[in-house]
């Protein structure tokens, strides 16, 4: 195996994980009947650190999520 794959390897390892771990971090979307009981409440208590983080971790996501899908367009044309 040539080094150069060797090392698009690890790197769609790593951001295989980073993908992973983004998409736990983030909180979840509140859906169905208990979603719509407790949404109102939730804007009324919401944290404006929360929401940013959420922002954060939603960019953070669509960056390694396209880094994955490059890395293995680029291993499977090697």
Do not use: P, Y
Request: aromatic letters at 8%; a positive charge.
């Amino acid at each position: 195996m040539s080094a150069l794959r060797i090392v698009f390897t690890i790197l769609q390892v790593l951001s295989g994980l980073a993908v992973t771990v983004v998409v736990l971090m983030q909180s979840g979307k509140s859906a169905g009947l208990s979603g719509a009981i407790s949404g109102g409440a939730e804007t009324f208590l919401s944290k404006g650190k929360a929401k940013s983080l959420d922002d954060w971790l939603a960019k953070a996501t669509k960056w390694f999520a396209l880094a994955f899908v490059l890395l293995t367009l680029i291993l499977n044309l090697i």
